[in-house]
Every structure is written in C-alpha cells, then in structure tokens.
C-alpha cells in the first residue's frame, strides 16, 4: 500500500513508522513534508509523534494549520485512512477529527513508561489482526496525553463503539481503584487510550505502535496496528502472537 | 494607529486544573495559608493594524480558531490602549 509519513517540524517517530512500513511490513513509504498540500496518492497517512512547532500553546494546536492538514482531512473524508500516533492523536483532537481534546497528565510529569491496553474493536483497518479483548503491552511518552471531554460526549463515544483502545491492568482488568494511576498512565477519562472517527477510517492513539514492532525491539506488540492498516495482519499469522 | 489587546485564557471551571492546584500546593508549603485556589491560564498581548472590520469580532476569531481550545478552555479579550504610529 503507498503510505505517507507526515514531518513536521518538531515530529520524532518519523523515521520510526517507516522504517517499520517499509522494512518489517514492505510497504511504498514516502515522508510528506507539512508544508506539501497533498497526500499524493497516498492511502494511509500516519501523523507521527513528536513535538510538532515545540508544543506551542498546545500540543498539536499549530500543526493543524500547516498546508498538509487540509490534504490529510480530504484524504479522511474520502475514506482514505488515518493514523494518529501521540502527538499525531494531539493533532487529530485539535483538527476536530476525533473530538475530545486533552489536557495534561494527572500527575503532572512526562510520563515514559510501557502501558497495557485492550483491544475493545479488532473490526477495524488498524486493529483486524488483534482479538478483540486482547492485552497488549506497548510504551507511552508523552506529558499532554489526559483524554478529556463532556460526560454526554464520552457516553456517545462508548455508545458508538468509538473506544478503541484502552488503559487496563497488566492481566487485562480495569484501571480503576488505588492503583488506577499506575495503569491509567495519565488518568484519561475512562480510560480511554484510542479513538476511532464514526466510520473507523482515522484512528488517534497516545501508545506507540511503532515503539514495538519488532522481536528486535523487545517487545512486537504493536506491529499489527501498522500491518491491519496496511491490510498485511493476515500475512503475518503465526508472526504475530 | 494600532489596536492593542489582551487576550487571557483559562481551563474552564469545571476542567480540573492540575497545574493550578500543584502550584496552589507549593504557595501553601511556602507559609501562604491564605491561598486557597490557583487557576493557571495563558496571556497574550496582540498588536493589530487599524481596519474596517470591529477588532473585538476578530480578536474572538483568533481566540476560537487558535488561542484557546474551547472544549476545554474559556477566553476573554480586554482591549488595551491605542498607539499612533
């Protein structure tokens, strides 16, 4: 699948997610510069993590105006795919792709540590070739990652099966009780670690799918995000755990 | 002639504020015991050429589209006083 890599200035997982694109998965990638104001004929685009403009006034808030953003809505709204990973989930808030928007860590610090999520949708692009209710172990870094919005929104959004990843416990339990702040990593509301959009094209995720995927790296758990939206999970059946 | 403006942005009431209240826990350990809450916002001056359109209208278009996050975030502008060139 061609698949474009968007670099703005400031973002730091760009040449992670290509390398895994192109070299784990084998996969035409391009970087697209933010300035560019097209996607080509890209059918995945991925906004990486990073700190886009340094984070100024807040993080992901000055990405959304740069050229390419209009060319990666476009791309959303004719059903290509999306993917936000951290600071490209910040952006995607921000663009009012996902709704919801977020505020800084309940504890206040840079939180840089591995999380367990559950897969709650495995009938989407990114997560066909997960289970669904499957734990996966995957890192978090960032300090801005406390998912926020109304109550009314939030049931709508689990109403709507928008939630597609969630902060559990390492046994796949829910985070909540005395220990809620040691697996809810920055105290989402609910949880909540990804969203999908009402047609599950654009998917936005604080953990970095593209920080594990490789038994190299330690840990492949997230490969399979990256190999769904590629339409590869398939082909890796016996790889993936 | 410019216009000059304040525009000062807050977390909204019911959003909590986890830098205000680290910062009202640090002015109580420094002895402050009066201080009973820390609400912290952002503050920006604007500089803006004298023009046909109300300033206050464009100054609430900068606030919507940029300088605050309105899911989240409340603004208010205060217009400063006017410098000729």
Same mark, same amino acid.
């Given at each position: 699948m061609k698949c474009g890599v968007v670099v703005f200035? =400031? +973002?730091?997982c760009d040449h992670d997610v290509y390398h895994v694109l192109k070299h784990s998965l084998g996969q035409d990638v391009h970087f697209l510069w933010h300035g560019d104001s097209s996607v080509r004929d890209c059918e995945l685009v991925v906004l990486p993590g990073g700190f886009s403009?340094?984070?100024?006034? %807040?993080?992901g808030a000055m990405a959304?105006?740069?050229?390419?953003m209009a060319a990666v809505r476009q791309l959303a709204d004719n059903g290509g795919r999306v993917l936000g990973v951290c600071n490209g989930f910040q952006i995607l808030l921000e663009a009012g792709m996902l709704g919801g928007a977020m505020r800084r860590n309940q504890s206040l610090r840079f939180e840089c540590r591995d999380a367990f999520l559950r897969?709650? %949708?495995?009938?989407l692009p990114f997560t066909s070739g997960y289970r669904s209710g499957q734990v996966l172990r995957m890192p978090i870094a960032h300090a801005e990652g406390c998912y926020i919005d109304t109550e009314e929104a939030l049931d709508k959004l689990e109403h709507n099966g928008r939630v597609v990843f969630r902060y559990v416990d +390492?046994?796949? =339990?829910?985070?909540?009780?005395?220990q809620a702040a040691k697996w809810n990593v920055n105290g989402s509301a609910r949880a909540i670690a990804g969203v999908c959009n009402e047609a599950g094209n654009v998917l936005g995720m604080m953990p970095h799918p593209e920080r594990c995927a490789?038994?190299?790296? =330690?840990?492949?758990? =997230?490969l399979a995000v990256l190999a769904s939206a590629v339409g590869v999970a398939a082909d890796l059946e016996g790889v993936l755990a | 002639m410019t216009v000059r403006a304040r525009v000062t942005v807050y977390p909204?009431?019911?959003? *909590?504020?986890p830098q205000g209240k680290a910062i009202a826990g640090a002015l109580g350990r420094l002895?402050?015991?009066?201080? *009973?809450d820390v609400r912290a916002g952002k503050s920006f001056e604007i500089e803006l050429a004298e023009g046909s359109g109300s300033v206050e209208e464009e100054l609430g278009q900068i606030s919507e589209k940029l300088l605050a996050n309105t899911l989240i975030e409340d603004y208010s502008v205060e217009l400063l006083e006017s410098e000729s060139a």
């Open positions: 200035p =400031g +973002s730091n403009y340094g984070d100024y006034l %807040r993080a959304v105006h740069s050229p390419i897969v709650e %949708r495995s009938d +390492s046994e796949g =339990g829910a985070a909540e009780g005395e490789d038994k190299l790296f =330690g840990n492949d758990d =997230g | 909204r009431p019911e959003i *909590l504020d002895g402050f015991d009066r201080v *009973l």
